[in-house]
């Protein structure tokens, strides 16, 4: 799993690192924070998630992605309370 994890969350750093506005690469390291445990970074890479939605900052991707602001909002509440490695799906 942390295997996993972790080569999603190079993939993420990589892409931000390229392209330092994709909200969806942002999104896609915090779950891939979360599910390494690394809870209170998560939540902040989700809440700043959630301040380029409000912005409307472009999602960058090249095709249409809706993220769920509700969804990323009851992810940050849990990652919040949480104290075990959470496994999440990134939909």
Same mark, same amino acid.
């Given at each position: ?10 993939? +993420?750093?990589?892409s ?8 969806? +690469? ?9 599910a ?9 890479a ?23 602001? +509700? ?8 990652? %919040?309370?949480?104290? %075990?490695?959470?496994?999440?799906? +990134?939909?």
């Open positions: 799993m942390h295997k996993d994890a972790t080569a999603r969350l190079e993939w +993420a750093e990589e931000l690192r390229d392209i330092p506005n994709q909200t969806v +690469a942002l999104n896609y390291k915090a779950h891939a924070l979360a390494l445990g690394r809870y209170d970074e998560a939540a902040h989700f809440r700043e998630v959630l301040t380029r939605i409000d912005q409307h900052t472009p999602l960058s991707v090249g095709f249409e992605i809706e993220l769920d602001r +509700a969804a990323i909002e009851r992810l940050i509440l849990e990652l %919040e309370t949480r104290k %075990e490695p959470a496994i999440m799906n +990134a939909s």
